[in-house]
């Protein structure tokens, strides 16, 4: 039997490289407990949010032009907990901050919903319709749709394009249905957290 070598030993630090280290740790620290999920995780995955955060992102939903100030005295956290929750909820794809507009005031006059039939991977197909400029929003469903996207275009000269010429030639679309908006009655992105 061969003798085994004994490991090095480790290198000796500095006192500046541990103080370095504790510190870099203690910020680590400081910005899980500042995000409120501390890394745990629910069910489906999505972090799991603490009452400070949900009352940061209930506020954004009302006004997402708010100040850090206004949310830090509404919440009872400092600005910079805020600041560093916002961001840190920004960073896990929990929230957006992003100017709403209407589409019709911005020079597209046509939207519609399109169901799309699948044969094949949905996922796939769902990736292809997301990643077409025209499409805004794209939700995998259960029903008579396998999925639902929604498209924003100038006319509908421009819906018949996108819909003809993009969507049903994408790789296992096998059938779609438009349903063309008259009037947007209601839309909002304030319905909180829970």
Same mark, same amino acid.
């Given at each position: 039997?061969?003798?085994?070598?004994?490991?090095?030993?480790?290198?000796?630090?500095?006192?500046?490289?541990?103080?370095?280290?504790?510190?870099?740790?203690?910020?680590?620290?400081?910005? %899980?407990?500042?995000?409120?999920?501390?890394?745990?995780?629910?069910?489906? @995955?999505?972090?799991?949010? %603490?009452?400070?955060?949900?009352?940061?992102?209930?506020?954004?939903?009302?006004?997402?032009?708010?100040?850090?100030?206004?949310?830090?005295?509404?919440?009872?956290?400092?600005?910079?907990? +805020?600041?560093?929750?916002?961001?840190?909820?920004?960073? @896990? @794809?929990?929230? #957006?901050?992003?100017?709403?507009? %209407?589409?019709?005031?911005?020079?597209? #006059?046509?939207?519609?919903?399109?169901?799309?039939?699948?044969?094949? %991977?949905?996922?796939?197909?769902?990736?292809?319709?997301?990643?077409?400029?025209?499409?805004?929003?794209?939700?995998?469903?259960?029903?008579?749709?396998?999925?639902?996207?929604?498209?924003?275009?100038?006319?509908?000269?421009?819906?018949?394009?996108?819909?003809?010429?993009?969507?049903?030639?994408?790789?296992?679309?096998?059938?779609?249905?438009?349903? +063309?908006?008259?009037?947007?009655?209601?839309?909002?992105?304030?319905?909180?957290?829970?």
């Amino acid at each position: 039997m061969t003798p085994r070598t004994p490991p090095e030993p480790p290198s000796p630090r500095t006192g500046a490289d541990r103080a370095g280290a504790e510190r870099a740790s203690a910020d680590r620290a400081s910005a %899980d407990r500042a995000s409120g999920d501390h890394g745990r995780r629910s069910r489906s @995955g999505a972090p799991t949010l %603490d009452a400070a955060s949900k009352a940061i992102i209930e506020q954004l939903q009302e006004d997402g032009r708010r100040s850090y100030a206004a949310i830090a005295a509404a919440v009872g956290l400092s600005e910079a907990a +805020v600041r560093a929750r916002v961001q840190k909820l920004t960073d @896990g @794809g929990v929230l #957006q901050i992003v100017a709403v507009t %209407d589409p019709l005031h911005v020079g597209f #006059q046509r939207q519609a919903m399109v169901g799309v039939k699948v044969s094949g %991977d949905m996922t796939d197909v769902a990736s292809r319709l997301g990643a077409l400029p025209e499409v805004a929003y794209v939700v995998i469903t259960a029903g008579s749709f396998d999925i639902l996207a929604e498209v924003v275009c100038e006319d509908d000269e421009h819906l018949l394009e996108v819909i003809s010429r993009e969507m049903r030639t994408l790789p296992g679309v096998a059938e779609t249905e438009t349903f +063309v908006y008259l009037k947007l009655n209601k839309q909002h992105y304030n319905w909180g957290t829970r």
